[in-house]
């Protein structure tokens, strides 16, 4: 090869590199310009599943998002986001640079919801929480959760989910399917509940079921940690008598549309859950109990409580015998309700 021709192969190699380093340098800073609004400004936008390319940045744009339609299309060739962008929701500041809006779309940087699952909730309570925050369609979790095929791959023992949607903090994403975010808190209950706590439920005579039944039952009757195994030892000692549990908070779960108002219609009216006129625990759980709740029911105090009333202020008077339970009756209950009127 000539001198010439080798020297102007030098140069073309020295002017590409020049050139490509050129256009990473003008990439780099024109993707790192802040966007077109003020930095505190946070905006959402959802991106549907199976949405082209171009219209998602059709709805950057909109939201004022974008700058510039021709840089950020170029810029998104660069990051391969016509292929890798992922749908979900996202949160971006109206000032956030391209490159940044388009790394969290390729890295599915969702936006992240947190669901506060209480002690106590039911399925359908944790149902409406999860559609009101746009997580879930309401009907299909509740179907969901009564889906046989899919509690057999969870390890549910149970015609319902109810009992086993553990009551914690969970962080959750639009757009992420319902199937998954009941698996996350079935998973939660099995990873929160000691394997030694199931055996000792299983060493005292208890089904898993009935175990995390009765611990529903504790859980609903009192908010009162301390309390707990109070409730829990009239419960253990009334089966033990073969005695109704007399729970209210059974009827209630029975009752399709409660009102809020229970009477005396509600406990003469028969359906599973009615634990007065049924004996033994009910089919199935009537919400979600947490660790106190599941352990009270392991155990129980010892005493021989039979009976307990409100004492109004979010405690109980427990008692041995009924007409002990009947004073204590006429003192909380009927009393105070004479006094207010």
Partial sequence: MKLLDRARLRRFAILALVAT?????????????????????????????????GQVVNLLD??????SRLLFRALAYVYDAP??????????????????????????????????????????????????EGLVEEKEFLRLAGDRKLLSDLNVPAASAEGFLFPDTYIFYRGLEANRILKEMVTQFYARVPKEMIAEAGAQGFTLVQWVTLASIIEKETGLKSEMPLVAAVFRNRLQKRMPLQSDPTVIYGIEHFDGNLTRRHLERQNPYNSYLN?????????????????????????????????????HHFSETLPEHNRAVRKYQINRKSSEN
């Fill in 21 to 53: 380093a050129g256009i990473a340098a003008a990439t780099w800073l024109l993707g790192s310009l802040p966007g077109p609004g003020p930095r505190e400004e946070t905006v959402t936008v959802y991106i549907p599943r199976g949405t082209p390319f």
């Fill in 62 to 67: 909109q939201n004022g998002l974008v700058r």
């Fill in 83 to 132: 292929k890798k962008t992922k749908a979900g929701e996202y949160e971006f500041t109206r000032a956030m640079p391209t490159a940044e809006i388009l790394r969290k779309l390729v890295d599915g940087d969702y936006k992240k919801r947190f669901i506060v699952v209480p002690e106590g909730f039911t399925v359908r309570k944790i149902a409406a929480r999860l559609a009101a």
């Fill in 279 to 315: 004996r033994g625990l009910p089919p199935g759980p009537i919400c979600s109990p947490g660790l106190d709740a599941l352990q009270a029911a392991l155990n129980p105090a010892p005493v021989k409580y039979l009976y307990f009333v409100s004492r109004n202020d979010g405690s």
